[in-house]
């Protein structure tokens, strides 16, 4: 189900190891149905793997029409989003 496949690339992307760019690419696939499972795992993530999740939801954002460009290109700009 969507929630183990974004549980799972959220594990990927937190690595930060070559299989990172493969989670990010999931939970782009997932898109919004994502959302409520990555954003629970937030507050138990530390600040580096916070900021590689974020940026891994910026397709997601851009797609929603929050943001755009460069804005979503750092991870203290993902994190609020």
Avoid: K, N
């Avoid at 760019?21 to 919004?32: F, H, I, K, M, P």
């Avoid at 974020?54 to 929050?66: C, N, Q, T």
């Avoid at 460009?69 to 994190?79: K, Q, V």
């Amino acid at each position: 189900g969507v929630r183990e496949r974004a549980l799972a690339a959220v594990a990927l992307v937190v690595s930060g190891g070559e299989s990172a760019s493969d989670g990010a690419e999931t939970l782009s696939r997932l898109g919004g149905a994502a959302l409520p499972y990555v954003l629970a795992q937030f507050d138990a993530l530390g600040p580096d793997a916070r900021g590689r999740v974020a940026l891994s939801l910026a397709p997601i954002a851009r797609r929603m029409g929050i943001g755009a460009g460069a804005d979503l290109d750092a991870p203290e700009d993902d994190i609020p989003f």
